[in-house]
């Protein structure tokens, strides 16, 4: 089974610039996450969708930050203009729809502002 | 050898020994809990989880213990192996299947 696919693996960007993130989850996974992992710190959920609607995006600062899925299956995470503190690795993540089922990450992208 | 999650985020143990790593999680209705190991440059891959019924749950080599009564998870791990490096996070299921990450704890194997 494949697992979910993340690209591109890195990035180097300028502030100001913008940037795009690409996931593809696991095939039948209805749930698709993107989390924001910062150095030295635990994931941080910046939004879930289930199928092509958003379920909670709370934490996502939305003046920079967007995400989408429009078909239900791939999302794409931008950050548009990008700060030095989003510096981070952006992982997505997939489950099964329901609860209490484990949720499978990529192996994210690194994403450096300078 | 133990550790604390948030206070104590480094543990070293000999190759061999038993090794436990605990997580305080935040919400008390949270109902599932999971173990990840996070490898360098690689993401989070699941070990073991717990539902909020159970108190105690094996697999190969790994225990989760969960008391709900002080909001405490841990992960205790069978004669540790070098290839047990890494940093491991507890996640919580605050409901929707979503899951929130404590700050993780660094597990170094001394061969």
């Known amino acids: 089974e494949a697992g979910v696919a993340q690209s591109p693996r890195y990035k180097i960007i300028e502030k100001r610039q913008s940037v795009a993130f690409w996931c593809n989850p696991i095939?039948?996974?209805?749930?698709l996450y993107w989390y924001q992992q910062i150095l030295g710190q635990g994931p941080k959920l910046l939004i879930q969708?289930?199928?092509?609607?958003?379920?909670?995006d709370s934490q996502l600062p939305k003046d920079r930050f967007s995400a989408e899925r429009l078909k239900g299956v791939d999302s794409t995470l931008k950050i548009q203009p990008a700060k030095l503190e989003d510096s981070a690795v952006y992982l997505c993540?997939?489950?099964?729809?329901?609860?209490?089922?484990?949720?499978?990450f990529g192996q994210g992208t690194r994403l450096t502002v300078v | 050898g133990e550790s604390v999650g948030l206070h104590l985020p480094t543990l070293s143990v000999q190759e061999g020994d038993n090794s436990i790593i605990n997580c305080a999680y935040s919400?008390?209705?949270?109902?599932?809990f999971i173990w990840y190991k996070q490898e360098s440059g690689k993401g989070p891959q699941f070990i073991i989880d717990?539902?909020?019924?159970?108190d105690k749950r094996q697999g190969q080599r790994v225990t989760v213990l969960l008391n709900k009564t002080v909001k405490h998870l841990s992960l205790q791990i069978a004669a540790t192996q070098p290839g047990d490096s890494a940093v491991y996070f507890c996640?919580?299921?605050?409901?929707?299947?979503?899951?929130?990450f404590g700050t993780g704890t660094s597990l170094t194997v001394i061969p």
């Open positions: 993540a997939s489950s099964l729809s329901g609860s209490d089922t484990e949720a499978f």
């Open positions: 095939s039948g996974h209805a749930t």
């Open positions: 969708f289930q199928n092509n609607g958003v379920v909670d």
């Open positions: 919400n008390s209705a949270s109902d599932y």
């Open positions: 717990i539902r909020s019924n159970m």
């Open positions: 996640a919580e299921n605050i409901g929707g299947n979503q899951f929130y």
